[in-house]
């Protein structure tokens, strides 16, 4: 059992928590998790998972302030949702860029499974993005990305991880559920 895989975890599954709950505490333990894993993803040669704990870290420091005073009047950032166009700009930037840089991860650098590793990558910071922007539609592309990254950190051995993925694919799907309901009710409130 690798110790700073368990911490990790356990960050990691109090992030999501929290981030279901639209709790603000969801940045620092993010925060914490994200670094670990920096150290963790070289170790096993998963590198654009680590390069994209890289950026999580700029990620989580600017959803902790937008979420902060990200709204109207620089208030808490209410749940919203993405245009269908938006939506559809997002989908087929994340299968572009998964495309190069699966190529790019296969042809340059001795990465396990560079196309699986470029799809989690890509589609994480596309929804981290929308997480920050307190975006529904975020969950669609986390559950996307928990499917994937259960098999890809099975294959690695990395069996707490994949089952902190696992919880995460639950959480996901909870998480949809309870934002999309917070939508409906800020829609629903008188203006």
């Known amino acids: 059992m690798d110790p700073l895989e368990i911490a990790a975890v356990v ?15 969801c940045w620092p333990t993010g925060l914490v998790q ?18 994209l704990h890289v950026v999580y870290v700029f990620l989580q420091i600017y959803g902790w302030r937008n979420w902060l005073r990200g709204g109207q009047g620089r208030t808490e950032l209410p749940v919203s949702a993405l245009g269908e166009r938006a939506l559809l700009a997002y989908v087929f930037l994340c299968a572009a860029s998964t495309a190069a840089l699966g190529f790019s991860m296969a042809s340059f650098t001795d990465a396990a499974v560079p196309h699986f590793d470029a799809f989690t990558t890509v589609a994480s910071l596309v929804a981290q993005w929308l997480m920050a922007k307190k975006k529904i539609e975020s969950w669609y592309f986390w559950i996307c990305v928990d499917v ?6 099975f294959y690695k051995d990395l069996i707490f991880t994949a089952f902190l993925y696992a919880t995460f694919l639950v959480l996901a799907v909870t998480g949809l559920v309870a934002w999309s309901r917070s939508f409906c009710r800020l829609r629903q409130a008188p203006a």
């Open 34 to 51: 994200v670094l670990l894993y920096i150290f963790i993803f070289y170790r096993v040669k998963l590198y654009s998972d680590m390069a």
């Open 11 to 25: 960050f990691g599954f109090l992030c999501v928590v929290f981030t279901v709950r639209q709790n603000i505490w």
């Open 148 to 153: 994937v990254a259960i098999g890809v950190y």
